[in-house]
């Protein structure tokens, strides 16, 4: 999956699309390779975003925390570091993402947020 698109998808993405899909023996059986690549093809399609947004409930908590949030930003962090780019500071990427989404909780997102915001696609960018 490394290498998906224009391969830009994080290890810690790609660790938790195994940790949360069916897999023999570590490796992806062909419906559940569809279900992803229909997933990731489809962003803005409210079965996608409930299957991404699946993959980025860390914590299995029905939310988006800030938290998750930074789980994933870290590690894109290090990829802008990596590539000589100045890295984006997470407290703004933070608030950009509540602000789009507006959700009912300042402190969380649910998928129900996510989909009623009509930015689900941005967010799981």
Do not use: W
Not at 42 to 56: A, E, G, H, I, T
Not at 72 to 78: A, K, T, V
Not at 85 to 113: C, H, N, S, Y
């Amino acid at each position: 999956l490394g290498k998906y698109g224009t391969g830009t998808l994080t290890k810690v993405f790609i660790e938790r699309i195994f940790q949360e899909c069916l897999t023999y023996d570590g490796e992806m059986d062909y419906k559940t390779y569809l279900d992803f690549v229909l997933a990731m093809e489809n962003k803005s399609d409210p079965q996608s975003l409930q299957y991404l947004f699946r993959v980025l409930d860390t914590r299995h908590e029905g939310c988006l925390s800030v938290y998750s949030l930074n789980y994933y930003f870290r590690e894109i962090q290090e990829e802008m570091k990596k590539h000589g780019q100045e890295p984006v500071q997470f407290e703004d990427v933070k608030d950009e993402i509540f602000d789009m989404v507006a959700p009912g909780d300042p402190l969380r997102i649910t998928l129900a947020d996510l989909i009623r915001s009509g930015q689900g696609e941005t967010v799981v960018q």
